[in-house]
T-cell receptor
Framework: KQEVTQIPAALSVPEGENLVLNCSFTDSAIYNLQWFRQDPGKGLTSLLLIQSSQREQTSGRLNASLDKSSGRSTLYIAASQPGDSATYLCAANYRGNNRLAFGKGNQVVVIP | EPEVTQTPSHQVTQMGQEVILRCVPISNHLYFYWYRQILGQKVEFLVSFYNNEISEKSEIFDDQFSVERPDGSNFTLKIRSTKLEDSAMYFC????????????FGPGTRLTVL
């Protein structure tokens, strides 16, 4: 079964600390992996997209890595700020279909 | 910056009623999707749509659901006879192409079935 897992479900960090969020996927046959941010009761904001041929993508303070062989992606947020408090979702686009399979998310609180 | 829009933002309906959720995808996108998120659960895929027909659907997308692109801009999800368990946030998404393309999501419609 093509599943996506995110652990831990929730974490708190002091402001300024680097955030490391992990995502695991069960099947290495993916087209790409996408990271999203979701604020409470709101929609999904796309943060980064990593194609299966890429090892990492960067956007500002965000960096996402992809290791297909181990079925893992990691989202790094440098120098966290209270405004980074949100739920971060990863979603895998598995080969053979045209849908995103989501993890349940990492709920992050950055403490001022 | 182009974005996906959805209306209404919140819909309350009685069990058994029909609802239509509306989406305007990004204008040059060709692939359209509906997902839903029940409170506290994962975002789940419902259906994808391309070239005026369903290209893929999940087991959730049964006969109670239908999708339509009635004109050149709107993309709708209809639930024929709503059930309590249909209460969820429904997200529309669009992409330029299939599979390896980035999907862009709308802000969602919160559906509450009483």
């Amino acid at each position: 079964k093509q599943e996506v897992t995110q652990i831990p479900a929730a974490l708190s960090v002091p402001e300024g600390e680097n955030l490391v969020l992990n995502c695991s996927f069960t099947d290495s046959a993916i087209y790409n992996l996408q990271w999203f941010r979701q604020d409470p009761g709101k929609g999904l904001t796309s943060l980064l997209l990593i194609q299966s041929s890429q090892r990492e993508q960067t956007s500002g303070r965000l960096n996402a890595s992809l290791d297909k062989s181990s079925g893992r992606s990691t989202l790094y947020i440098a120098a966290s700020q209270p405004g980074d408090s949100a739920t971060y979702l990863c979603a895998a686009n598995y080969r053979g279909n045209n849908r995103l399979a989501f993890g349940k998310g990492n709920q992050v609180v950055v403490i001022p | 910056e182009p974005e996906v829009t959805q209306t209404p933002s919140h819909q309350v309906t009685q069990m058994g009623q029909e609802v239509i959720l509306r989406c305007v995808p990004i204008s040059n996108h060709l692939y359209f999707y509906w997902y839903r998120q029940i409170l506290g659960q994962k975002v789940e895929f419902l259906v994808s749509f391309y070239n005026n027909e369903i290209s893929e659907k999940s087991e959730i997308f049964d006969d109670q659901f239908s999708v339509e692109r009635p004109d050149g801009s709107n993309f709708t999800l209809k639930i024929r006879s709503t059930k309590l368990e249909d209460s969820a946030m429904y997200f529309c998404a669009s992409s330029e192409g299939p599979s390896y393309n980035e999907q862009f999501f709308g802000p969602g419609t919160r559906l509450t079935v009483l």
